[in-house]
């Protein structure tokens, strides 16, 4: 069983959509890790939360400690956008904090 | 911006071979982990390192794979024996205290 889910797998959207990503995990953690993956390979961190929300720019992510789920919205989406969008969970069991991954959310934003 | 680097970028070698795959984390760094990343699959964790040590492994790191930190600047994954499904992208990563921040990756290929 996967420990962390994401949702969709793949997302299509129209420049200018407000998109959600969600991911649901299934382990106690320390932090939750919004992660974005471009075609040439290279991981980027969007967003650190172990609760509430956060906003930078267009995005804003979201946790639910109790609910063990966590959303990430883009605003007024544009085709720059446009990658793998990762999901990843730090153990909360006081381990190295290393990430477990999601499998990602392919988003395309079209012109 | 301090940046995490990764040589070589693309590494081609023959079943059966060692390979040195070299990171230089940001240099305050203290946590140090490698991922690799399977083709259309998700990021997985191999190991982290912590204080001149390992401090986690998955199943994955098996005898084949050993890291080091020989210098204080570089951190190295070493494959003894390459095999077929070694095959992935390898990420190095580094944080000081709570965000990792990842190297642009590896591409490994083993023929």
């Known amino acids: 069983k996967n420990e962390v889910e994401q949702s969709p797998q793949n997302l299509t959207a129209q420049e200018g959509e407000f998109i959600t990503i969600n991911c649901s995990y299934s382990?106690?953690?320390?932090?939750l890790h919004w992660l974005q993956q471009h075609p040439g390979g290279g991981i980027v961190s969007l967003f650190m939360?172990?609760?509430g929300k956060k906003k930078h720019g267009r995005l804003i992510a979201t946790i639910n400690i109790q609910e063990k789920h966590s959303s990430l919205h883009i605003t007024a989406s544009h085709p720059r956008d446009s990658a793998v969008y990762i999901c990843?969970?730090?153990?909360?069991?006081?381990?190295?904090?290393?990430?477990?991954f999601g499998k990602g959310t392919k988003l395309t934003v079209n012109p | 911006e301090p940046e995490v680097t990764q040589t070589p970028s693309h590494q081609v070698t023959q079943m059966g071979q060692e390979v040195i795959l070299r990171c230089v984390p940001i240099s305050n760094h203290l946590y140090f982990y490698w991922y690799r990343q399977i083709l259309g699959q998700k990021v997985e964790f191999l190991v982290s390192f912590y204080n001149n040590e390992i401090s986690e492994k998955s199943e994955i790191f098996d005898d084949q794979f050993s890291v080091e930190r020989p210098d204080g600047s570089n951190f190295t994954l070493k494959i003894r024996s390459t095999k077929l499904e070694d095959s992935a992208m390898y990420f190095c990563?580094?944080?000081?205290?709570?965000?990792?921040?990842f190297g642009p990756g590896t591409r490994l290929t083993v023929t």
């Open positions: 990563a580094s944080k000081l205290e709570y965000e990792q921040y």
């Open positions: 990843a969970v730090s153990p909360g069991y006081g381990g190295s904090e290393k990430l477990v």
């Open positions: 382990v106690g953690i320390s932090a």
């Open positions: 939360l172990s609760s």
